[in-house]
């Protein structure tokens, strides 16, 4: 009973911290007009601002991850949460476009870093039969902060100043602090001493398993990456939509991620075949895209958007459960950081080359290529089912 109370304890507080990560990069995102006005600051160097978000998180996934294996999760979270009031206070007095960069890229930092920092402490904490569940809140946290994120700061900074949504984060940042300094985490397992030819081995092993999984979720991240760059393009100029209806379409798919993910982990764990949902959730993501593509009709599109927000939590909540099923404790944290960090470089590059597309062909071949990137991590995911038996503990047979 008291091990259950603590549990439920320790993934409330994940839960909070992951809504903070989600909501401290999302937030900013309406604000950036209102930085372009009152500073001066360029459309490139509006570019810049978003960009560096995403070289911070490449940056650092797999430094969080050996960090995690030094100092263990306690002193990580503090640290992490520390850094995040800073950034979050110091935003509402930054003046400069210097001082704004170095914070929005401490600000990928710190978010990919605890979102490392979550998964890892989640799947330390889980086991097998209750992995995908406990994955599944944590998504379903994710959405509800990309959910929150812009439309707190936005409807804050309607009747308070620009300051105020950053300390609302603050505020929460420092719950946490207090929560994560109460918690009781377990120590990192030492790890067991190996005959060279044992260790080799298991690199080898280890370094296949990193390319195969990064290699998927690069593909996801770029798909997803594309997709909320040139949608409320698309949608403006193809469907001519408004902004309302637009914003609509992207809260759907955050209603529909935070409903269903705790669902979907539930099926993975009843099921055991985290791979095979993983596939459907990439196949429900192409079907999104398909539906805007060949339909106009906005209900027909909205529906695309609720069916996309389940494919992501499908994909999301067993793609982490699998990681934790399959790759041992000792090198769990490491591994994940750095599958973490790979797949940052998607969000990073796709978006550009989808760019190229668009200008050298139409407006729907970003979202083909889009597809095309879905389609190929589908493919990775089968041979990796193929190849393992049912309910075995690795992806290679």
Known sequence: MVKHLYL???IACMIVISLIANMSGSMILPLFAIYVEQFGISTLGMSILFSLFYVGRFLGGGMTGRIYERIGAKRLGLGLLIAEVVCMLLFPVARGFIVLSILRFLQGLVAIGLTVFVRVTVNHMSSPENRGTLNGYISSSEGAGMILGPLISGVIVSYFSLSVPFYFVAIFACISFIAVSRMTFTNPP?????????????????????LLYSTVHFLEMSAFAIFLTYFSIYATYKLHWRPA?????????????????????????????????????????????????????????????????????????????????????????S??????????????????????????????????????????????????????????????A
């Open 8 to 10: 439920n304890r320790n």
């Open 190 to 210: 030492s790890k067991p001493q190996q005959h060279p030819l044992q260790k080799t081995q298991k690199t080898i092993r280890l370094t296949k398993q990193l």
């Open 245 to 333: 209806e637009i914003s609509l379409a992207f809260t759907i798919i955050g209603i529909s991620t935070f409903v269903s993910a705790p669902f979907i982990g539930k099926i993975s764990d009843i099921l055991k075949d985290r791979l095979l949902l993983c596939i459907i959730g990439l196949l429900l993501i192409m079907m999104e895209i398909i539906l805007f593509l060949w339909f106009t009709e906005p209900w027909i599109v909205y529906l695309g958007m609720f069916i996309g927000g389940i494919g992501g939590a499908s994909y999301l909540d067993s793609f982490y459960s699998q990681l934790g099923d399959v790759i041992p404790e000792d090198n769990r944290s």
């Open 335 to 396: 591994f994940i950081g750095n599958v973490v960090s790979l797949s940052e470089l998607g969000a990073i590059v796709s978006p550009i080359i989808a760019g190229v597309l668009m200008d050298r062909f139409s407006i729907n071949t970003p979202f083909y290529y889009n597809m095309m990137l879905v389609l190929i991590a589908v493919v990775i995911q089968y041979v990796i089912r193929s190849k393992s038996k049912f309910g075995r503990k690795g992806p290679i």
